[in-house]
């Protein structure tokens, strides 16, 4: 279980070390999906090992791993469309420029 958790953990590290570091905004949702996956591998290690009595076939984490599945697949899609979107505009897709879109 501990060895499922550490690469949880290193794979949210990674994440989050290049979402606060990347200046490209796919080089930010690669990160995002990272943070994503590491969340997928606890629930999933945590419904393996931490059983609810009664239950035989408890399915929760792994259900639960479908939704965040899913929830990043709409989150690259809105993602994307809005670097393309960027790009179109400005030629680039630098974060830094992001606060243009205030305007």
């Known amino acids: 279980m501990m060895q499922y958790l550490a690469l949880a953990a290193v794979l949210f590290a990674i994440g989050i070390f290049g979402v606060l ?3 490209n905004a796919i080089g930010i949702l690669m ?5 994503f996956n590491a969340a997928n591998i606890n629930l999933v290690t945590f419904n393996k090992y931490i059983q609810v009595p009664g239950i035989a076939e408890n399915l929760t984490g792994q259900v639960f791993a479908i939704f965040v599945v899913v929830i990043a697949a709409a989150e690259a899609v809105v993602g994307l469309a809005i670097v393309l979107l960027l790009y179109r505009n400005w030629k680039g897709i630098d974060v830094d420029r992001i606060n243009i879109m205030k305007w």
């Open 31 to 35: 990160s995002l999906e990272l943070m």
């Open 21 to 23: 570091t990347r200046r």
